[in-house]
């Protein structure tokens, strides 16, 4: 019994390491107990610096858990997108991570949205070309309340293109300018030509360049008309001032464009001879009017027009040529441009703007076609008003752009126009005469001694 005494013992001693007792378990957990109450009193003890640092640092663990719950939720969500039963899940994927999105939403999302969620949406245009500008429809509920109701009406035209060569939405808008001033009364205590230049003229310019990036046309008739404002003497009595803005806004689109365009078909179409073959590209207001007014003048002459091949504007151009009697040959794109400028005696092309230093700023595919005129040795003729120079220079087709809004991807997008240097054209016709390309910055000159 004595040895089994003596074996119960340890066994016993186990029990009562395994078991401890309630007393024992309370004298163990008293110091950690102690510690945290000592700790919970030294809390109220902390000084306001170590408060406001204990602050910043749970908000600092908060916002790390936050993001990453951010960074996880594009995990699960392309986890998800793996499972045929998910198509919600893939729907919300592509909505996050593969969708286009246009250059304002991108915007708003560097502004409104967290780092970590801002690198989910993949960008449309690439780094490198993000100084380029592009057209947007801008809803009319998201226009300043400022902004004229027709000035409305045009810049939704301008985002859509139905108005897009830059002479025609110039004439537009000073036209719609009009209704401005029009519609315009001087707040008591302002004077006229202080307060509607910015307080009512620069709502409009920045909803319609919202819209769609001003053309350099439009840029200087904008600073012609500011200028004309700032002329006005502030004790001239509102209806005076409109007055004479309106009969000044006038004149500017009689002289500047409607006669200069008359002037510019008329030396255009002298210049056609009798037997010639006319290469043009794509379509432009001046040249299918110079075209028409040859025929009218009796020349006989044939036409090669190479078309768009993103926009198909030249194929009721070339219909509208044939319909006058001229023999056009339809090209729908530039696959055989070589062979076609070969039988072309002249290529006939219009710009959009002339830089300062002689080069062309036009559709793309412009510089295209006459660079290759100038290899084959056919002499090319640019048809510009003078209201489209700018003192600006450029030597490639990415200092000035624009992208197409609607050939926009996350891979590839397309540019509006090109940019054509002075040594590949031949002639500028304005309403001032026939020049060189380089004499841009004296017709500059000329135009500010006017």
């Excluded at 793996?82 to 919300?92: E, T």
């Excluded at 219909?319 to 001229?326: D, E, S, V, Y």
């Excluded at 450029?394 to 926009?408: A, G, H, K, M, Q």
């Excluded at 590839?412 to 126009?417: A, K, N, V």
Aim: charged content about 25%.
């Amino acid at each position: 019994m004595a040895a089994e005494g003596g074996q119960l013992a340890p066994a016993g001693d186990t029990a009562a390491k395994k078991d401890p007792k309630p007393q024992e378990l309370s004298k163990k957990t008293q110091p950690k107990d102690q510690a945290a109450s000592s700790d919970a009193g030294g809390e109220k003890k902390l000084s306001n610096a170590e408060l406001k640092k204990r602050a910043k640092e749970e908000k600092a663990a908060r916002r790390a858990q936050s993001k990453a719950a951010q960074i996880a939720a594009p995990a699960g969500n392309q986890g998800v997108a793996g499972d045929a039963k998910s198509a919600k899940g893939k729907a919300n994927q592509l909505k996050q991570g593969v969708l286009p999105v246009s250059s304002h939403q991108r915007s708003v999302s560097r502004s409104v949205l967290p780092s970590d969620a801002r690198d989910v949406v993949k960008p449309r245009i690439p780094e490198c070309f993000s100084h380029l500008s592009m057209a947007r429809r801008i809803p009319m509920t998201q226009a300043d309340k400022d902004v004229n109701p027709v000035v409305l009406a045009l810049g939704q035209q301008m985002s859509a293109f139905a108005i897009s060569d830059s002479t025609t939405r110039l004439e537009a808008t000073l036209l719609a300018f009009k209704k401005v001033i029009e519609a315009y009364t001087t707040p008591h205590g302002n004077t006229f030509s202080r307060h509607f230049t910015s307080h009512v003229l620069n709502p409009q310019i920045e909803y319609l360049t919202a819209c769609r990036p001003m053309c350099f046309s439009m840029g200087n008739a904008i600073r012609w008309l500011k200028l004309q404002i700032s002329k006005i003497d502030i004790d001239l009595p509102d209806s005076d001032a409109k007055k004479l803005l309106i009969r000044a806004i006038d004149n500017f689109v009689h002289e500047r464009i409607v006669l200069a365009d008359f002037v510019i078909v008329k030396t255009a179409a002298d210049m056609v001879e009798n037997d010639d073959v006319i290469l043009t590209y794509a379509h432009h207001k001046l040249v299918e009017r110079s075209l028409l007014r040859a025929k009218l003048d009796g020349k006989q002459f044939k036409v090669i027009l190479v078309d768009d091949p993103f926009d198909r504007v030249g194929l009721q151009h070339a219909k509208t040529l044939a319909a006058a009697g001229i023999p056009v040959t339809y090209a729908s794109d530039m696959g055989v441009l070589r062979s076609n400028l070969q039988e072309a005696t002249v290529v006939l092309a219009a710009a959009e703007a002339m830089f300062s230093n002689g080069s062309m700023y036009a559709r793309a595919g412009t510089c295209d076609m006459a660079t290759m005129a100038t290899d084959l040795g056919v002499r090319v003729v640019a048809l510009s008003e003078t209201i489209n120079f700018t003192e600006r220079v450029s030597i490639d087709s990415l200092t000035y752009n624009e992208i197409d809004p609607e050939r926009s991807t996350d891979e590839q997008f397309r540019l509006l126009f090109d940019t054509t240097r002075d040594k590949f054209i031949s002639v500028v016709v304005t309403e001032l005469g026939n020049s060189s390309a380089m004499s841009v910055p004296a017709i500059l000159r000329k135009l500010e001694e006017l």
